[in-house]
């Protein structure tokens, strides 16, 4: 719970708190009697998806009458039949079948908890979120989160407190030096994800009991518990909110199913594992430039020939003028390329091994329409400190003006953090990024050899630490749908430039389909406030007026 420290309040990792904002399915219940008797059994006046699904099934056989539902239910509750014991029965019959149950019921939470929240749920492929942005917000001294675990080692705490603030009292010079956004989005990654965040999400119900089978191995595994402390908070607090909802009885049957759920981009796993992300990138000796291997490449006839007609549509698009004829091209080719797709998306395959930091895979693990992997975030944070802990003395000399800038190892230490280009043109900002970044991991490294859990140590690892993973892209998501959304100018600004690294990459590898790897206004025109560099350089004479008006009129159709 929220903690006070001389004199000082601070927000714990026991500090989770869930609102229910939204569900589904929902019925208000019209019958008096009725709704009376789920007032007293169940402490609701709505039939949830326990009932609607329960009563439901027989949709799969014969005819249903939805808007008689009540009529039925009141009707079993007559003949004597107990109401949950045949909701139990009834849902029972199809719970391990398929993802149909599952997926028909959802929840919407308001979650707020720590930063680790956000790389421990919006990883799952089957929800959908908006969570505090640790690449825009600002983050003050009083939002430190100290983990109950170091409360019991105040000399450790102090210790922890004066390294976290003084990393956050450097971004605040950051700020000063690049402006508002720039330097929140580059100086913030060399923090620690020991701050508050909240988190609007939407699970289905097989997404909750991801969690909760996730938290029961976490359990029982025997090397330690490696999710954090929070998920396993949330976990417990499942069963109370889906009876809340209407959806208890199919939630308690689901977790014990034997039948797996939808796939989670995970990254507190346990390092002693082996793990896929790793060994490619160890395989390609830990390189930091994306590698292209191409599983297959099957350009048909069909295949090149629709490939053509797209092409010469989006080239009609970029001599068009007219603000409303461009904004209706646009949409006309945004269709064709998702029929062209949908119609050719396993006619190419192709893996991209690279690293990321911490922070940008938080943001690349929620695009669930693109296979991905990554490693332990405790194998990159472990790694980390061991390459770094022999020249942190160095660094140390270096920030203190004792050793010149110039024996600064920058290719050494960037193997192990990821560093912005532009910080490398200005030593004044590269000593103190690199200084912090690494004074945080010898403290996670000395926390851990403290006898602190690593999931406990893991609030004094900076985001910026390297991952190694990989995506599988097929076609959609390299010219339609993941891709183009990174090569665009307002992503963020590390994802950008991997992105436009990988898009070179795979260009060299597949020239046929290169004209097509480019951000999402390749379609015909920007949809964002500014247009930039990307859109001109397809076409010369788009204008900000042209920009402008065609948004507008785009905007206008959207009324209703």
């Known amino acids: 719970m929220t903690t006070e420290y001389k004199g000082q309040k601070f927000m714990t990792d026991n500090d989770l708190k869930t609102n229910i904002i939204g569900f589904s399915p929902r019925i208000n219940i019209k019958n008096p009697q009725l709704r009376e008797i789920f007032q007293e059994k169940c402490g609701r006046d709505f039939l949830g998806g326990d009932e609607i699904i329960a009563y439901s099934q027989s949709a799969v056989s014969s005819e249903v009458n939805f808007a008689e539902l009540e009529e039925e239910i009141s009707g079993d509750i007559d003949s004597g039949k107990p109401l949950n014991e045949t909701i139990f029965k009834k849902t029972a019959t199809g719970i391990g079948r398929g993802h149909s149950l599952g997926g028909l019921t959802n929840v919407t939470l308001g979650i707020h908890g720590t930063k680790m929240v956000d ?21 003050t001294t009083d939002e430190i989160v100290i983990p109950e675990a170091l409360l019991r080692r105040k000399d450790l705490l102090d210790e922890y407190l004066k390294i976290s603030r003084d990393a956050l009292d450097e971004v605040s010079k950051f700020k000063e030096k690049f402006g508002n956004l720039k330097g929140v989005e580059t100086a913030n990654k060399l923090l620690a994800y020991n701050n508050p965040a909240d988190l609007l999400i939407e699970l289905p119900l097989d997404s909750l009991a991801t969690i909760a089978n996730e938290v ?25 909110i889906t009876d809340k909802i209407g959806q208890g009885i199919m939630f308690g049957q689901r977790i014990k199913v034997p039948r797996d759920t939808y796939l989670h981009y995970n990254v507190f796993k346990d390092p002693s594992k082996d793990n ?35 092409e010469k549509l989006f080239e009609e698009t970029r001599k068009i003028t007219d603000p409303k004829k461009l904004h209706e091209a646009s949409m006309r080719n945004m269709r064709t ?47 980390a400190y061991i390459n770094l802990r022999e020249i942190w003395p160095l660094i140390q000399k270096i920030y203190q003006g004792q050793v010149d800038f110039n024996h600064l190892p920058t290719e050494d230490i960037e193997k192990s953090i990821v560093i912005d280009e532009k910080l490398k043109q200005q030593p004044e900002l590269l000593i103190p990024y690199i200084y912090h970044s690494v004074r945080e991991l010898m403290m996670y490294g000395k926390l851990k050899k403290e006898g602190l859990e690593e999931r406990d140590a893991l609030y004094m690892v900076p985001r910026n630490i390297r991952l190694a993973a990989f995506e599988k892209y097929d076609l959609a998501n390299l010219i339609d749908l993941e891709l183009p959304l990174r090569l665009c100018s307002t992503c963020e600004p590390e994802r950008q430039t991997t992105s436009w690294r990988k898009r070179d990459a795979i260009a060299e590898a597949l020239p046929e389909i290169k004209y097509f ?3 999402k206004c390749n379609v015909g025109f920007c949809t964002e406030g500014k247009p930039c560099k990307h859109i001109i ?5 788009y204008t900000v007026e042209l920009h402008n008006q065609t948004k507008e009129i785009m905007l206008e159709k959207s009324k209703r």
């Not at 350089?537 to 004479?541: I, L, P, W």
Request: with cysteine; hydrophobic share 35%.
């Open 276 to 310: 896929y992300a790793l060994e490619l990138g160890k395989r390609h000796g830990m390189t930091i430039n994306p590698i292209v291997t191409i599983e297959h490449a099957d350009f048909t006839r069909g295949f090149n020939k629709r490939l053509k007609e797209l």
């Open 517 to 519: 790897l480019q951000p």
């Open 537 to 541: 350089g397809m076409r010369e004479d």
């Open 337 to 383: 390329m998702h029929e062209f797709v949908n119609e050719y998306n396993g006619a190419l395959g192709l893996n991209v091994i690279d690293s990321i930091s911490w922070r940008v895979w938080s943001e690349q693990k929620r695009h669930s329409t693109l296979k991905q992997g990554v490693e332990s975030v405790y194998s990159g944070a472990g790694r």
């Open 216 to 240: 029961e191995a976490d359990k029982s595994n025997p090397n330690g518990h490696f999710l954090p402390r929070e998920l396993h908070t949330f976990s417990d607090l499942l069963p109370e």
């Open 119 to 139: 790389s421990g749920l919006t990883g799952i492929c089957m929800s959908r979120s908006l969570v505090t942005s640790g690449r825009r917000r600002a983050i």
